[in-house]
């Protein structure tokens, strides 16, 4: 027969485990979450510098516009765009590094934690797709 406190010492040891994944999920959330609070801000830098480019000013003689600000502007916007692209892909690693923790956990339950973890990992996917 089971001893009763053994059984309650796996079940402890089960559910500390599951914490434990549960929370290093929360903490990659909370990176993921500054991650993206900084792809926002970075995006607004591009486009506030896209409008100043854009924009024609009077007090520009010459071709000094098009040639130096226009043209260092848009070598600064690539820039941007590459920053943004390199954080989008991080944002996609945290987030499915974050998943494979919650799975973890999910998994410490029986047959509802492997369906609970399919369907982590189907969301997680979709969310990826359309960082």
Known sequence: MWDLDSLRTQLSAKEAEKQGYLDTAANIKAVYDRMKEDKDVIKGYKDSLKTFIEENYESFKGDLHVNTYQAQGNVLIDSYKQV????????????????????????????????????????TSIQNQFN
Do not use: F
Not at 102 to 121: T, V
């Open 84 to 123: 943004i692209s390199d954080i989008d892909t991080n944002l996609d690693r945290l987030n499915t590094a974050r998943c494979e923790y919650e799975n973890k956990a999910y998994r410490c339950d029986p047959i509802i934690g492997e369906l609970r973890a399919m369907i982590n990992s189907i969301v």
